[in-house]
């Protein structure tokens, strides 16, 4: 397949030519990008808030797309899973939809006593205008719970727009908690979702090291604890992308410094746990670090080898989300003797890409915002063994009789940390060397 030619400048293949490669842009029309609406990205950030009420103000498609989509697992309240909409029908869009708004946010805080309410505009509600700012208001002042409108609508600038929105709405929480007692230790754990219950695992590392989270943004997350995020005294930023906007935010108001890390492969995993340390220049936090790091490690490297020596060689493709993922991809198939010849994300940055091509191999693809034609291409021209990515990626690679690894916000296995190390390793081995591909067309024509 050749590029469409206003795509041209969004590929880049690595050693080939001087690196130039263009991102941030609209999604051309009628590619049928991977990438995903505003409503999308904000929904999804602010979604693992497990005590909050969250209301989809517009059609029930809207709700429809979005529910249950992540593998946020929660410690105690599920209200998060449920997908409530105000459903709004061509009666609604005629005369507008804020009375039905209110009616239905006073009926599903009286049933569910949360103790926020985060309320979602999408595309239609931006079009007949409906006043979400006033109706939070209201209900924010009769019910004494806050009320926090997520200007979410369109389609330009995709999910990234909707991070900076999910991060907006989050911004009027932060700062209104009591922060008494939070040890000068202590961090937030920014943009970890709690996927297959991730951040328990973090959190733990964190406290074996001496070290006090105060709040999960937003991975098993609770009100409570993002109003008083204000106290720690460091800001964790995992996938920066989506939550980056609120630590900025909170550097500037509170004066909390943050650091961005990566809890995915064995490498960016030790570090992250390395750069907290050395941020509290407290010999005992880091003697707890390199301790925890050699015994981790001790048990996972021995175990490591046999997929190592089943893997080497084989060829992976990534696309991801978030850029960060793609570094730690690399470095973790890297670790297992796996070429990646193909990286890609929805929403990264023109610097990310440099950094990319700089530690991939010459003649690996590197593309920004593609689309499902060019993934295929890019497998089938590369020969691929193994793809990462998510939901929309998964049927192109059985399409292509390829292994598929989900990295994504559906999965229901741990891969952070030390031990969601050897779970990848595990998968791809399973994935790629299983007998079922022997019988697909491309291997037989191979």
Not at 425 to 444: D, G, L, N
Request: contains cysteine.
């Amino acid at each position: 397949m050749e590029l469409l030619k206003e795509r041209e400048d969004q590929v880049h293949r690595t050693g080939e030519q001087p690196f130039t490669l263009t991102c941030n842009k609209d999604s051309l029309a009628g590619a049928v990008s991977q990438r995903a609406c505003v409503f999308c990205g904000s929904r999804v950030v602010l979604y693992p808030i497990t005590d909050a009420l969250h209301l989809v103000h517009g059609p029930i498609g809207c709700a429809v797309y979005t529910w249950d989509i992540r593998g946020a697992l929660s410690s105690d309240s599920e209200l998060h899973r449920l997908s409530f909409s105000t459903d709004l029908q061509e009666i609604d869009v005629i005369f507008g939809g804020e009375k039905k708004l209110t009616n239905a946010l006073f009926e599903l805080i009286e049933r569910h006593k949360p103790k926020a309410a985060f309320v979602y505009s999408t595309c239609i509600v931006g079009i007949i205008g409906d006043d979400l700012e006033a109706v939070c208001r209201k209900v924010e002042k009769e019910t004494n719970i806050p009320v926090i409108p997520v200007k979410s609508e369109g389609f330009k600038g995709n999910k990234r727009a909707g991070y900076t929105a999910a991060c907006n709405a989050m911004t009027r929480l932060v700062g209104t908690g009591n922060t008494a007692g939070i040890s000068p230790y202590s961090i937030n754990i920014l943009g970890d979702f709690n996927l297959a219950g991730e951040i328990w695992l973090i959190r733990e590392y964190f406290e074996r090291i001496g070290v006090e989270v105060v709040a999960n943004i937003t991975g098993d997350g609770r009100v409570a604890d993002i109003q008083r995020s204000h106290g720690a005294a460091l800001n964790v930023v995992q996938c920066s992308g989506t939550t980056m906007d609120l630590a900025k935010v909170m550097e500037d108001e509170y004066g909390i410094p943050s650091i961005r890390v990566s809890y995915f492969g064995v490498e960016d995993m030790a570090q992250a746990l390395y750069d907290v340390a050395e941020h509290f220049k407290n010999p005992q936090i880091l003697a707890k670090t390199q301790e925890l790091v050699k015994e981790e490690l001790q048990d996972l490297l021995p175990k490591l080898e046999f997929y190592k020596k089943a893997l080497t060689g084989k060829k992976a493709a990534i696309y991801v989300g978030g850029s960060f993922k793609a570094f730690s991809l690399v470095k973790a198939f890297r670790l297992l003797g796996v070429d990646v010849v193909m990286v890609g994300s929805q929403t990264g940055t023109e610097q990310e890409y440099k950094e990319l091509a700089e530690i991939t191999d010459p003649g690996t693809i590197i593309a920004d915002d593609t689309n499902p034609l060019e993934l295929a291409s890019f497998l089938e021209e590369k020969h691929v063994d193994i793809f990462v990515g998510g939901v929309k990626e998964r049927p192109i690679a059985y399409k292509l009789g390829v292994g598929f690894c989900d990295h994504n916000h559906e999965r229901k296995e741990i891969l952070a940390g030390f031990s969601g190390m050897l779970n990848f390793a595990e998968e791809v081995y399973s994935s790629v060397m299983s007998p079922i591909w022997r019988f697909t067309p491309q291997k037989e024509e191979a």
